[in-house]
């Protein structure tokens, strides 16, 4: 969230649910904010255009930030490892918070897009594998076949910090227009 603003310019918004680094967070970009001048002094005085940002502190599962988030045009969730599947939730009949970001992403509008480190079973089963069970079946392919599209795209080795040497994909979901929107 914080990276995005200050090296693409554009807007972001961020929900975190552990106290201590919503807090480091906020102080983060105070002191970004700060240094602003003396960063575009050492690029020779080119200010870099900061978008707006916005933290906050809280649940993906709390109804508060679901239009928060389903504003965006994207969406990054740092779902690896599985952390917000089974144990994240799923106990006591409550949904994992992969199934309310699942939910989120369907209130995208669309073309807006969510990328995900761990893929978001809930969703169901894409266009292009809606489409490729309607040919196995002999029925016609339809545009409104599903709300989404899927790409999996390799981050390479040691993209991230806890890769430990392994690969990085994400998942790159699209919400698609359908005739009845």
Partial sequence: CLQAAFTIGCESRGIEVVPQRCMVAKLFTEVLMERLD?????????????????LREGSLADPLHRDFMAE??????????????????????RPT?????AGIFAQLKPGARMVSFYPLL????????????????????????????????????????WSYGKE??????????????
């Fill in 168 to 181: 990085i994909n994400v998942y790159l979901y699209t919400r698609v227009k359908q005739s009845s929107s």
């Fill in 122 to 161: 809930a969703l169901g089963r894409s266009l292009s594998e809606e489409n490729e069970r309607k040919r196995k079946n002999g029925m016609k392919e339809s545009l409104d076949a599903s709300f989404f599209t899927v790409e999996i795209r390799s981050l390479g080795r040691d993209a991230v910090s």
């Fill in 97 to 101: 918070l992969d199934a309310y970001v």
């Fill in 38 to 54: 003396e960063v575009a002094h050492a690029e020779r005085d080119r200010r870099r255009k900061i978008g707006t940002l916005e």
């Fill in 72 to 93: 965006a045009d994207v969406v990054l969730v740092n779902n690896s490892h599985d952390i917000y599947g089974v144990r994240s939730g799923d106990v006591e009949g």
